[in-house]
């Protein structure tokens, strides 16, 4: 379904690139091969559109010497991909209304260069007349007048890059604006360096942030592992504080709805800036520190989605406490801490379902997330969220008996009759080449539930397991032998 060789209406492109450029990355070199092996890719969410994906390949991160890319989940050698554009905007005609790339950066610069111009002369159209979605191609220009002419034209654009911001004076109503925690340290120290006191610098910051523009869904990208400039030899990587009146300002003149928060741990923006913090004008947040020092906003969001999908860190705090989360980094105070600064009823979050899942114990991961997400005793809160895990977290290796034992339901969850699925893609990154193309697996599931009626409080755990992984991993014999393990839920 989607890769529609015959559809010829296109419409949607991902486009994913990798490359070698990135020796030069001050990222922690130990979670590069499990963060490389296992980028995850978005669902599918055009309607009969199939995707266009440049993805990257991964493989090797540091000696890669093959040049492709994904396109729509399917291999594309980068000496291809003009001819490629071509094909489709000649032969096909097609009308791309939306178009995602990821980690074109990584690229060589020159073809990088040459991409991002392509996109726009042969994807987009100087005029983009079908144009309703461009998502994160400023990552390879930082900003230029090409992106910014699309971005008036778009429903959804970003995330900005500051210049691009400067340029957006006109009045319109996006449903979706995809912000970074890099442009709000951008917007204050801009804001710091137009005024000579705190009164005057936010004024300035009135002035910057236009209630001409409003979005009815803000996203939010945050870094997870950013370092500070100076850190060359022992960085810390970490979440970086924010101006937290920059954020304010934005929610409420731009008239936000809802928030999603995509929580990356690896972006090409690895610096965070630190000239903004030798100034006592703004209240510095971040959703990893202390939530009672956060102070309460007043606004309210109908909901607030976490993309955990592309994280490690946040993702291991909500599986893991102390000693096992080492460092431990304060992630049990993400939901406490999204309550304070976008007050929502509604929270949902996505784990991911390609890298860094869970692998083992069921019965005490379950049980940790429990206790993370009860830990600061929520309120009137509905959260969900989508759990993926691999099938041998269901068993246990019993070392006296040397058998294999199924594991329970953590205690405090309630199995709930709804059956779910989804379809994501992957596949296995083998060692020096990426795959031909992404394939789409079936993952199955099942709903466990925590209520809290006293405290209003509602919880959803949809653990999902690959369907290929249940079909092949079980005998009869042992799901037999434990009648109310997790595992038999999903035979029941
Ligand atoms: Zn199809
Ligand atoms: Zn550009
Ligand atoms: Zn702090």
Redesign the pocket.
């Known amino acids: 379904?989607?890769?529609?060789e015959k559809?010829l209406s296109l419409s949607v492109f991902d486009i994913f690139g990798v490359s070698r450029s990135y020796k030069q990355q001050k990222t922690p070199k130990k979670h590069m091969d499990e963060f490389f092996d296992s980028w995850p890719r978005k669902p599918n969410f055009g309607k009969?559109s199939?995707r266009i994906e440049y993805a990257y390949g991964v493989e090797d991160s540091f000696t890669r010497s093959k040049d492709y890319i994904y396109i729509n989940y399917r291999k594309i050698y980068t000496h291809d991909v003009v001819g490629y554009f071509i094909f489709l905007n000649t032969v096909v005609g097609v009308k791309v209304e939306k178009i995602t790339t990821r980690r074109l950066w990584m690229l060589e610069n020159k073809f990088m260069l040459r991409l991002h111009d392509f996109i726009h002369s042969h994807l987009i159209g100087s005029n983009g007349t079908h144009i309703q979605s461009l998502i994160n191609l400023e990552e390879i220009c930082d900003g230029c007048e090409k992106c910014s002419n699309i971005a008036q034209k778009c429903l959804e654009y970003g995330p900005l890059r500051f210049s691009t911001l400067q340029t957006m004076t006109y009045s319109k109503n996006y449903k979706k604006l995809h912000v970074t925690d890099k442009l709000f340290e951008d917007i204050a120290e801009y804001c710091i360096s137009k005024s000579k006191n705190k009164e005057e610098c936010f004024k300035e910051l009135d002035k910057t942030i236009l209630s001409t523009l409003s979005c009815d869904k803000l996203a939010i990208w945050i870094s997870e592992s950013r370092v500070l400039p100076d850190e060359e030899t022992d960085p810390k990587y970490d979440h970086r504080h924010m101006p937290r009146e920059v954020i304010d300002i934005i929610l409420r003149k731009w008239n936000v709805k809802s928030i999603k928060l995509i929580i990356l741990h690896y972006t090409n923006e690895p610096e965070c800036r630190i000239e903004w913090l030798q100034y006592d004008y703004f209240t510095r947040v971040r959703l990893n520190d202390s939530y009672w020092e956060t102070k309460q906003s007043d606004l309210k969001f109908n909901h607030v989605e976490v993309s955990l999908s592309y994280s490690l860190d946040c993702v291991r705090g909500l599986g893991n406490l102390p000693p096992e989360a080492d460092p431990p980094a304060g992630y049990e105070n993400l939901i406490p801490n999204i309550r304070r600064l976008f007050p929502t009823d509604q929270i949902s979050m996505e784990l991911p379902h390609w890298y860094f899942i869970a692998c083992n114990n069921i019965e005490k991961k379950m049980s940790t997330i429990l206790q993370v997400v009860t830990m600061k005793k929520p309120q009137k809160l509905s959260l969900d969220i989508k759990f993926f895990v691999k099938s041998g977290i269901v068993k246990k290796l019993n070392e006296e008996t040397n058998r294999e034992e199924l594991l329970g339901i953590a205690s405090g969850y309630v199995l709930q009759e709804k059956r779910l699925h989804c379809f994501k893609k992957s596949s296995p990154f083998n060692r020096g080449h990426g795959p031909e193309v992404f394939l789409d697996n079936k993952w199955v599931g099942r709903r466990f539930q925590v209520e809290d009626t006293s405290n209003q409080f509602n919880f959803n755990l949809d653990v999902y397991i690959k369907k290929k992984e249940l079909e092949e991993g079980f005998d009869e014999e042992l799901l037999q032998e434990y009648p109310y393990s997790f595992v038999g839920h999903f035979f029941a």
């Open positions: 379904m989607a890769t529609c559809a009969t199939p």
